[in-house]
């Protein structure tokens, strides 16, 4: 029988169950749950604004600060970088995506107005530079980010697609997306853990470098990671995914084409 809700004059009204049991109820909840939510969406980007001033302390080349940030908040525009990036979800359902960009506009601007040209700009070194000081920024925001106590992922696919990441972000020539970096609460469940890394006698040489040595480490590295992706619950070694990224340039994603977009926005690369 439907919940109803008599009275002596009127037939008996069918309410919904959950009209009549719950509504101040679920109302109060639904509020408070939305309270809620808009408060974490708020403190996230509160705690990012605060990471912020951290990406501007990074080190940067010569001063030149040749990199800017695009913060998207607007849910349509994460929908579409999400789909442009291969369709990663955490894009789209985090509040945040920080996309972190080579700027050399502002620089070339600059010379221009003062030394007439901007020759120096249109070489590989400039670009290097930009690209080096756009990664350390962002890595510095991602730290603070993290020491308060948020999540983060970063997005190297947004490099995928340069050309339409460009035009949906608004991007001038001399401007190009280096790395988007999810930011949201870190999920309180956990579950996922930092993957173990390579042995550090692989990646540290004592006054001389030494490829040959690395081999047996590399090895021992394989089958620790091996158990590591086992337990996610997915297969193969490191070696093989490295194998798969370099093997043929279908690895690449994409990402092969990234010198000729470059030089169609303005870096010449010389
Ligand atoms: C430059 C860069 C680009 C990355 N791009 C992506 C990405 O597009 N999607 C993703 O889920 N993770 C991305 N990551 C995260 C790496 O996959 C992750 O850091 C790596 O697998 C090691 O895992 P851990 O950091 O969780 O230990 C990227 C990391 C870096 C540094």
Known sequence: MPATLASPEAPPTPLPRRG???????????????LTAVTAVWAVFTLVFFSLFAAQSAATSGNLQLWSVVA????????????????????EQAPLLLVWLADLARARRIAVERAGEAEGADYLE???????DAALAAQ?????AESLGLGTVYIGAVR??????????GLPQHVVAVVGLV??????????SVKPRLPQD??????????DVQQEQIRAYDRLLADFYANEGLGGRWSDRVAARFGSVE???????????????GFPLR
């Open 202 to 211: 692989v990646v540290l040489h004592r006054e001389r470098y030494d490829l």
């Open 126 to 132: 400039s670009a290097l530079v930009a690209f080096v």
């Open 140 to 144: 510095n925001a991602a730290l603070a």
């Open 160 to 169: 995928n697609r340069p050309r339409e990441v460009a035009e949906e972000l």
């Open 251 to 265: 690895g690449l994603r994409g990402r092969h084409l990234l010198r000729k977009v470059l030089q169609e926005r």
């Open 20 to 34: 009549r049991r719950r509504a101040p109820l679920s109302l109060r909840y639904v509020l408070a749950r939305l």
């Open 183 to 192: 930011v949201g609460w870190a999920d309180s469940a956990g579950g996922e």
């Open 72 to 91: 998207v908040r607007n849910a349509g525009r994460r929908a579409r970088l999400a789909a442009l990036a291969g369709g990663q979800r955490h894009v």
